[in-house]
């Protein structure tokens, strides 16, 4: 990996995955190393995960993927802070999942908010501990082709933009499918690998059909074409400058 300062990404896809579904996610690393693509994982409850789900962590770790925090309980940060206060959130929620990927050999330097729950007086609390915090737009407007001026951080703004918004590419949970239609998603896309900047997408686990959110292998390896097809390259969190 190379150091911060040795960073030029000008444009780029940011692809995410969030919680625990670390057995998933590590059957989906061919497909990431035959697109080149680094991505990144926000994990949250840290401490549960088993001897297999570490080791096939610190694969998807060595193969230059980004491991990030998302909390230790999933809690939504400023309901939490709401009911208990900014130090307890950071006391029992932040600080010992930060910790503990510590100890497993992860050192997390970004977040991603649980839930996507967030606001000013989070950011600036998580902005202490974190390079880069992961927010989200509704995921009810991936299908919206104006989303593209929601997502898009231009190039510009890439080394001084801290909280980046991202945008569910999820293709359902449970019995529950959600929209094919991505075309807002697209655009942003388009507008990215045109213009430079970058784009963030979130998904969760990586399968044809999952209890929890997921997004079908199918749909993801659309979305790494169509990234390659633009010249887009996806990078995790880590390789931003
Ligand atoms: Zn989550």
């Known amino acids: 990996m190379t150091g911060r300062g040795e960073n030029h990404v000008d444009r780029a ?12 996610w590590a059957a989906a690393a061919p497909l990431f190393t035959s697109y080149g ?3 990144t994982f926000f994990i949250c ?5 088993d ?4 080791r096939l962590l610190r694969r998807l770790a060595d193969d230059g993927h980004t491991i990030g925090c998302h909390g230790l309980r999933h809690e939504r940060a400023p309901e939490f802070i709401a009911a208990h206060g900014p130090g307890a959130y950071l006391d029992q ?9 510590r100890r497993l050999g992860f050192p997390a330097r970004s977040f991603a908010y649980p839930c996507s729950a967030r606001d000013e007086s989070t950011d600036r609390l998580l902005l202490a501990l974190f390079e ?5 737009v509704s995921a009810d407007r991936r299908a919206d082709p104006s989303l593209a001026a929601e997502l898009h951080v231009p190039a510009g703004a890439i080394a001084t933009r801290r909280v980046l918004p991202g945008c569910s590419v ?6 529950v499918a959600y929209g094919d239609d991505l075309t807002g998603v697209e655009a942003a896309l388009r ?5 430079g900047g970058v784009t963030t997408l979130y998904a969760h686990c990586i399968a044809d059909a999952h209890a929890s959110n997921h997004v079908a292998p199918a749909r993801l390896e659309k979305l790494l074409a169509l990234a390659d097809g633009m010249s887009l390259p996806c990078v995790g969190f880590n390789e931003l400058p």
């Open 13 to 24: 896809l940011l692809l995410t995955f969030d919680d625990r579904h670390v057995r998933e």
């Open 37 to 39: 693509a680094r991505v």
């Open 45 to 49: 409850e840290p401490d549960r995960l």
């Open 51 to 54: 001897r297999d789900d570490v």
């Open 93 to 101: 929620e932040v600080m010992p999942a930060l910790e503990e990927l």
């Open 132 to 136: 880069r915090l992961r927010g989200g």
């Open 170 to 175: 999820d293709s359902g949970r449970g019995a």
């Open 191 to 195: 507008r990215t690998a045109d213009d």
